[in-house]
């Protein structure tokens, strides 16, 4: 009964010091009893920025230490902070290391970084084309497309998304298909048997002489065709 009663004790002023040390960010972030050493603790997670000293003792304060001018660390556990990177050659300067990140690097203008952390640089590739694995550019296979900077090619689509529309451009490297509504059929003129277009509200130029001709012949009888 007694053990039990140490052991809420130490529980209480474990989570006591996890409180006070939560707001300085320095030393052992979380903790436990430590169930092989009577009145240790075990750290379970360090501040960000810290390193583990040592994984148990009577201080939960002094098993974690911040990391050195110089060093980082994303491990919560880690027992060694490693050096901040230095940006060289393509890659240049971007932000500062501090004990929680490492340094940030940018790449030279025309190129783009080849990872998340941007620890080297590679050929920004354009439209109608892709990166490979030898960090340069390649056109893109026959059948695909790309229409990003610096994206993998994909096939060309094969329908229209809409059923009522129809493929107007089968798709280049740089582009997918394309798809437009159907145009609605041309309508003719209407032509005369001389083929030649009778505009509506207008008579022809035969029937035209036909009148004149009757105005000035009183024996011919005629008939006007309108």
Known sequence: MAGFFWMLGLTLLAQGFLRTLGDIGVGCKKWVPDTE?????KCVECHPGNRLVKPSGPNPQKLCTPCENGTYTHQSLGFKCPSCIQCVGALVHFKDCTPKSNTQCKCKEGLRCGDAECTFCTDECGKGEEPTKKRDCRPCPKGTFNDQIHQN???????????????????????????ELPQPPTTLPVTN????????????????????????SVRVKCIFLL
């Open 37 to 41: 050493v009577k009145g240790f603790v």
């Open 153 to 179: 090619c994909k096939a060309f689509s094969t329908r229209c998304p809409d059923p009522t529309h129809i493929i107007v451009f089968q798709g280049n490297a740089s582009s997918d298909i394309i798809c």
């Open 193 to 216: 048997p001389e083929n030649n277009p009778v505009k509506p509200g207008k008579r022809g130029s035969s029937s035209v002489s036909v009148e004149l001709l009757c105005l000035f």
